[in-house]
Structure formats: C-alpha cells, structure tokens
Nanobody, 125 residues
Framework: VQLQASGGGLVPAGDSLRLSCVAS????????MGWFRQAPGKEREFVAG???????HYADSVKGRSTISRDNAKNTVDLQMNRLRPEDTGVYYC????????????????????WGQGTQVTVSS
C-alpha cells in the first residue's frame, strides 16, 4: 500500500496550491482520507479530512480557505488551498484509515493507518 503526495512548492503569501494524493495497493473507498501537516519544530497537526461518504472536516486554521475532495474511482484525495499564509508552511502528508463513524476521530492522527511521504509547502511573506 502506498500513498503518493504531490503538488507542494514555494509560493508567495496569498497564492494557491493544489495538493494531490494517489493511493495504490488497495482501494480506499471505505476509508476516511485526510491531510496533516508538520511545521519545523512542531507536532503534526490535522488540516482536513473527508469521510467515505464525502463529508469534509477542516481545522479552524484553514476553514474557508481550503477544500478537500476525493475520487474513489481513482483512489485520490486532493486539497485545494487558497489565500496561503506563511503559517501554512510545512510538510503536508496525506493519510487514510478505517473510520468508525465518530466525527472526532476524523481529526486524530491515530485514526489513519496509511501515510504518504509528504510534500513540502513553503509560503513566503
């Protein structure tokens, strides 16, 4: 099983990026899929998640600026990030895991079993 994230880069504040993640090795239609990020010297934090039924959840820090989407047929999950800020800088990881239906579990890293290698996002001020 492999999750491959891409789409990161160096952009000025206010710009947009679209991160993409392709999963292979199994189907993830029944899994929750999400994005986490880790800034230097900080713990990994939840950014956005989307359930198997398509319900999206966002961290307050990106709500209104980001959209997560998934294509179960293609085994992909994307994260569109707009109006980027320097504090959005970090390594972004896509992840997938079995979801028991509890809303709060979408936000927890422990829910996700499979992780990608990360893609760097750097937002300059």
């Amino acid at each position: 099983v492999q999750l491959q994230a891409s789409g990161g880069g160096l952009v000025p504040a206010g710009d947009s990026l679209r991160l993409s993640c392709v999963a292979s090795g199994r189907t993830f239609g029944g899994h929750v899929m999400g994005w986490f990020r880790q800034a230097p010297g900080k713990e990994r934090e939840f950014v956005a998640g989307i359930t198997s039924g398509g319900t999206a959840h966002y961290a307050d820090s990106v709500k209104g600026r980001s959209t997560i989407s998934r294509d179960n047929a293609k085994n992909t999950v994307d994260l569109q990030m707009n109006r980027l800020r320097p504090e959005d800088t970090g390594v972004y990881y896509c992840a997938a895991g079995l979801w028991g239906g509890l809303r709060s579990s979408v936000y927890r890293a422990s829910t996700y079993t499979y992780w990608g290698q990360g893609t760097q996002v750097t937002v300059s001020s």
